[in-house]
């Protein structure tokens, strides 16, 4: 890689791909992380989760060479452009990375950066644990319930940005094409149309399901659920779950079983060692999110149903402030928090970094610092049940003692170093 406006760290190793076959990493003890810090918020949140993942590495006796790289504002002011080529190269040689959130502005040729930077890296599968931290307000009686992961496809659905605006010749075009040539000639209203495509395929699907069962295979977790519209989209969301059924049954084989197969032959007991597969409808799934919390483990969706999936689930354990993020590859993560910019909120060490914090986590695990990992979660989790919170979550307490953003990260190194 060439750099133009990166300084690559001298203090610190690449990480390599180990297996191209698994996509296994082979992570050295002094990594070379890249780091956008974002904007908005991003330049608080960002140099706090340094600290934290800093501290966590030092505590396990490893440590973080930190390379920060550029997009949104940040890069605007360096190259006059929102996202360099070099920011692409870098994450992508050096394979892991995290990102605060991005602000795509008016007429920046993305729809959205960070979509594009998911795109461009084929960071295929959008991964959100959602958990609940003791001590964090919840709108429901028991938060607890919810531990949950939603694996969300990132690179088709509507998503795929496939559609034509309304008045233009090219989507008279399309639906002259859908009318006449395909024969749906009482599909559109007459008028004004905006059309777009929601492409659905057997290779996105199916490598998006697979991570989904191997991760749940990994981490003890007992069953994946499909979740679809495909009693109505039959060719696209009921095909998700089709090819979702047959890749288990094809790669995973006795490993996994179907929810119809652990009731005809198991009587609904699960064997040990076995992950069951099963699927809801989206709507379903949204109510029994809150019914039935404690029944779903592992969430494989298509895009859209992962958006609304993920955040009705964020709602349910104290809402977006707290809901870490990432996005996987074949051999690559970068995580992100779910939450905006909230520009209004920028350099005014006001803001939660609980999201970002945990994001690093996720990247963490991903890397196999599992105990690193753990500290983080363990040290949040102490320094918020300790009522040592910022504002957000300090007016819905009583007691406790409002932060800083940096000060809320200090709090956490300090727990981490009690808690090593």
């Known amino acids: 890689m060439s750099n133009e406006l990166i300084e690559v760290p001298e203090d610190g190793e690449k990480i390599t791909l180990a297996d191209e076959e698994t996509g296994k990493l082979n992570v050295p003890d002094n990594p070379i992380i890249p780091i956008i810090h974002g904007d908005g918020i991003g330049t608080d949140v960002g140099p706090a989760a340094q600290k934290v993942l800093d501290a966590a590495a030092e505590a396990t006796g490893r440590s973080i060479a930190w390379m920060r790289v550029y997009a949104g504002e940040s890069a605007r002011e360096k190259y006059e452009e929102n996202l360099p080529q070099e920011t692409v190269d870098a994450i992508r040689e050096h394979r892991v990375a995290i990102k605060g959130p991005l602000t795509t502005p008016v007429g920046a040729g993305f729809r959205s950066l960070n979509v594009a930077l998911r795109k461009k890296l084929d960071l295929y599968a959008n991964v959100r644990p959602t958990y609940h931290l003791n001590?964090?307000?919840s709108p429901v009686t028991n938060p607890e319930a919810m531990d949950m992961v939603t694996f969300r496809e990132n690179t088709e659905d509507v998503y795929?940005?496939?559609?034509?605006?309304?008045g233009t010749d090219e989507v008279e075009q399309v639906k002259a094409f859908v009318e006449d040539e395909m024969g749906f000639d009482s599909t559109i209203h007459d008028g004004p149309v905006g059309i777009g495509i929601k492409p659905i395929t057997e290779f996105g699907s199916k490598r998006l399901i697979r991570e989904a069962i191997d991760y749940a295979i990994a981490n003890d977790r007992p069953s994946v659920t499909l979740v679809h519209k495909g009693n109505i989209m039959k060719f696209t969301e009921g095909a998700f779950r089709d090819w979702g059924y047959e890749l288990a049954d094809e790669?995973?084989?006795?490993?996994?079983?179907?929810?119809?197969?652990?009731w005809d032959e198991y009587d609904g007991e699960q064997p040990a060692d076995t992950v069951v597969v099963k699927d809801r409808i989206a709507d379903n799934m949204l109510q029994q999110l809150l019914t039935r919390t404690g029944d779903y483990d592992v969430i494989a969706t298509m895009n859209l149903n992962g958006d609304y999936m993920s955040d009705a689930a964020g709602a349910q354990i104290g809402g977006l402030g707290i809901a870490p993020g990432a996005n996987f590859g074949h051999g690559r993560c970068l995580a992100e928090?779910?939450?905006?910019s909230a520009p209004k909120y920028a350099g005014q060490d006001k803001v939660n970094p609980t999201a970002m914090i945990l994001s690093g986590r996720e990247m963490l695990d991903y890397m196999g610092w599992k105990d690193a990992a753990q500290l983080v979660r363990d040290a949040v989790e102490e320094t918020i049940s300790s009522g040592n919170v910022t504002y957000d979550l300090h007016r819905q307490i009583e007691g406790g003692e409002k932060l800083a953003t940096s000060e809320f990260a200090d709090e956490i190194v300090e727990n981490i170093e009690k808690l090593a």
Request: net charge negative; charged share 25%; hydrophobic share 35%.
């Open 337 to 340: 928090p779910v939450h905006g």
């Open 135 to 137: 001590g964090v307000p």
């Open 251 to 262: 790669e995973y084989g006795d490993n996994v079983i179907s929810e119809d197969t652990l």
């Open 160 to 166: 795929a940005g496939i559609e034509w605006e309304a």
